[in-house]
């Protein structure tokens, strides 16, 4: 009945459901059907018919998500064949208007001749798709400048629950209430809100439970704390639903374009100043020093991928500028009008460094040779896996964020906690924003293994909240 009705294609056949049961994550589940959309009427088609036969719908791009976001055993709406157009760039006014399947890369060599680009960028940037990054508030390693996508998704159109369709965008208090009085399903989303976010209980409760508003990479839940700070609530900035779309998984509304702000492309010169430091710690503490000097971005590697990157072939290679055997390393980024510009900030950093007493060798890498290292820095996941054994780092504690400065406490207790598993953990990734992959190694075919990762979630998610952090940054 539903392949009657449709534009796109509609498979069921084991051989695609298997593939589509996973995305970058641990976890498994074969959906009942795989479908390529290719119009808004089969989108509401899709809607309709999942509404009527008690299905869910998995809308899905790229299927690039560490938490198993695009796995279930519903309906997968892959919009990666057919929604792949970039619509209209505004270079005045700094904005483009996509459709959902555009690759973020793709999207910012299209970019390039108007000198501007999307500032977000993951390291999957050369396959994940816009509307994946708008459903996990997708940023990157200079996410300390650009922020996430959230903070540069404008407007986004959308077919609802319903079968209707919607468009969110920044409203006026005044237009918030006008939107309150329609009789449709998009009304009946702003008055629930307007309810919500009015009831004194809901705001002391999202105030005092959410993760710290200071923190930079945040993911935790839908974000409501956003919407209270807005005009028609607690705070003064314009009302956007945007802001709740952003990060909510493909859970509130199927998204089918969406308009995104832009920025001048970086700085021509750029650095890194690999800062070798002799343990863990001390890279977490020096990163507070780092962050004084206004990089572009901070990012750690730990004694176990170092390690491992010596016998990775093609890794070998861009290991050229490391000396010994570091027990850690943070790759400071720094751009400028011209080199110079860059020398310049590296060695006040270094100066600094020193005088604290962080840090052994501190080589800066510019020119063609940065992305040797940031090739070393992204493949770590990768290395990661080519752990000999049955024993692998396990992406259980993904992504979750604390304020850097309460990363050494909480990085401690961390580890004690793990010790109390009987593992460890490897560190890595995103430390300018308290942002840490910390993958405890776990032997994932034996079922007590398979009972630690599940402790261990839990014990983590515990930690998190006592530093009002994020579960997923
Ligand atoms: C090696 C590796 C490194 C990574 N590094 C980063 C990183 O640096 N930063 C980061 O943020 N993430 C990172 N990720 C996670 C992931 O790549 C990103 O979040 C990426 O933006 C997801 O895009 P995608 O196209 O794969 O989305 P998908 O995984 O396909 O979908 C993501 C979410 O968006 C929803 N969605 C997709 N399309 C629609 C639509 N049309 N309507 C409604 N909802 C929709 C899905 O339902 C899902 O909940 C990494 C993943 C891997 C494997």
Known sequence: MLKANFQGEVLFDDSIRLIYATDASAYRE?????????????IKTLINFARENNSSIIPRTAGTSLAGQVVGSGIIADVSRYWGKVLEINQEEHWVRVQPGVVLDELNKILEPHELFFGPETSTSNRCMIGGMLGNNACGSRSLIYGSTRDHTLE????????SEAVFGELSKREFEEKCTLTTMEGDIYRNIRDILSNTFNQKEIVSQYPDSKLKRRNTGYALDLLLQTEPFAGDKPFNFCKLLAGSEGTLAFTTEIKLNLVPLPP????????????????????????????????????TILELSKKNIEQNKN???IKGNPGAMLIIELGGQSLNDVKAQAAEIESH???????YHFPLIDGKNIAKVWDLRKAGLGILNNMPGDHKPASVIEDTAVLPELLPDYIDEMTKMLKRYDTSCVYYAHIATGELHLRPVLNLKDPIDVERFHNIALATAVLVKKYRGSLSG
């Open 30 to 42: 074969i959906p009942t059907a795989v479908t390529y959309p290719k119009s808004i009427k089969d």
């Open 353 to 359: 460094f020193r005088q604290k007493g962080y840090g």
């Open 319 to 321: 290991r050229f500028f």
């Open 156 to 163: 986004v159109k959308t077919v609802l629950s319903d079968g």
């Open 268 to 303: 021509k010169h750029k650095g890194l100043l690999c800062v070798h430091l002799e343990t863990i710690e001390k890279a977490i503490k020096a990163n507070l020093i780092a962050l004084q000097h206004q990089p572009r971005a901070v990012e750690l590697m730990d004694h």
